[in-house]
Structures are given as structure tokens and as C-alpha cells.
């Protein structure tokens, strides 16, 4: 995103004049940092492991649906339900506690459903409910996931980059992904 707003003031820089190269600069900046994207989405899971583990391991300190968070943490700390993932990053200039708070409740048709409230430096982030059912044998787990606030399109690159990754990371747990549909709101 950095190469992209250097080269487009350059650009207009090398076009025009140097005033209106640092408007069009200073524009990009605000319109990459803005708050503008919104994803969410539903995804569906198969795995052979019974549907206990797999509540057991939605509800753990380690659920799979956050491999990318709990896989990089240089400390998980579980208290009252909740488990907190400290991660740094800079070359260790700069850290971030990621908190996980876990709901389990029996649906009305016998299912389990797994809520997980995902709060980062004290700032709701996401939300994923997880249904977890048996057929044929196989468990599956349908889960919806709903971001808390919006993200700016300087997030857009790590987004492609955890997108390229996450259904091998899943695998890797002995999901398989059968389905995915994933939307993105867009601020007006």
C-alpha cells in the first residue's frame, strides 16, 4: 500500500508540481487509514473428530478459526473463561494483548453453539458463532464470523495474506473447509 501511495505521488509529482503531488499524497494517506471495510461471513467445516473435541477445542485456549492470533503469540495466559494472547510485533517495539471471551450454549435442536468475543487492546474486534452438529458420522461446524469495527484498506494486504493461508492452517487442525461465502461492507 506504501508503494502504491509513494508512486502515485511521484506520479503526480512529476505530472504537475509539487503542490499538487502533496494533496493528492496527503489524500491517499487519509483514504488508505480511513475506517472504510467491513468483511464477515459464514464458512462450513467437516472433520472426523467427535463433536466434543470439537467444542472442547473451540472453547480451549487455542481455538482453530484463530490459528493466525494464538499462532504467533509469544504468551497465552487463560483466566475466568477468557484467554489473552500477547503478541508483539516492530522488532518487539510494539505489542497487543488479544483477549478471547468463549460462550457455550445447547441450541433448541440439540446442537452446541460456541460464541467467541475477540477484543483487541481492550477494543471489540469480532465475533464468531459456531454451530457444531453431527451427520453422517462427520462433525460439522458452521460458523459465522462479524467484525466489530471497520478496517482501512492499509489492512487490505494482511487480509490477502491470511486469506491465501487459512484454509491450510485449518487443515493442518483436520478441518476441512467445504464452503465459504465472505462479504465486505463498504462505509458510505
Known amino acids: 500500500m506504501t508503494v502504491l501511495v509513494v508512486s502515485v505521488f511521484l506520479?503526480?509529482?512529476?505530472?504537475?508540481?509539487?503542490?499538487?503531488a502533496i494533496l493528492v499524497?496527503?489524500?491517499l494517506?487519509?483514504?488508505?487509514?480511513?475506517?472504510?471495510?467491513q468483511p464477515r461471513g459464514n464458512v462450513?467445516?467437516?472433520?472426523?473428530?467427535?463433536?466434543?473435541?470439537?467444542?472442547?477445542s473451540f472453547t480451549g485456549p487455542t481455538p482453530p478459526v484463530l490459528v493466525f492470533q494464538w499462532g504467533i503469540a509469544d504468551e497465552i495466559t487463560a483466566e475466568d473463561g477468557a484467554v489473552t494472547y500477547r503478541l508483539t510485533y516492530l522488532l518487539?517495539?510494539?505489542?497487543?494483548?488479544?483477549?478471547?471471551?468463549?460462550?457455550?450454549?445447547?441450541?433448541p435442536s440439540g446442537e452446541r453453539q460456541v460464541e467467541?468475543?475477540?477484543?483487541?487492546?481492550?477494543?471489540?474486534?469480532?465475533?464468531?458463532?459456531?454451530?457444531v452438529e453431527t451427520k453422517d458420522s462427520k462433525t460439522i461446524v458452521e460458523y459465522e464470523y462479524t467484525t466489530n469495527r471497520r478496517f482501512?484498506?492499509?489492512?487490505?494486504?494482511?487480509?490477502?495474506?491470511a486469506t491465501r493461508y487459512r484454509d491450510e492452517a485449518l487443515r493442518a487442525q483436520g478441518y476441512v473447509v467445504v464452503g465459504r461465502d465472505e462479504q465486505y461492507s463498504i462505509a458510505a
Open 116 to 131: 467467541l468475543e475477540v477484543t483487541v487492546g481492550g477494543q471489540p474486534w469480532s465475533t464468531y458463532v459456531a454451530t
Open 25 to 27: 499524497g496527503a489524500g
Open 152 to 161: 482501512g484498506l492499509r489492512r487490505l494486504p494482511q487480509r490477502y495474506v
Open 29 to 37: 494517506v487519509v483514504v488508505t487509514r480511513a475506517p472504510l471495510v
Open 11 to 20: 506520479g503526480t509529482y512529476l505530472a504537475t508540481s509539487l503542490v499538487p
Open 92 to 107: 518487539g517495539l510494539r505489542s497487543v494483548e488479544v483477549t478471547v471471551d468463549t460462550r457455550t450454549v445447547r441450541v
Open 44 to 56: 462450513r467445516l467437516r472433520t472426523d473428530e467427535q463433536s466434543e473435541a470439537v467444542v472442547e
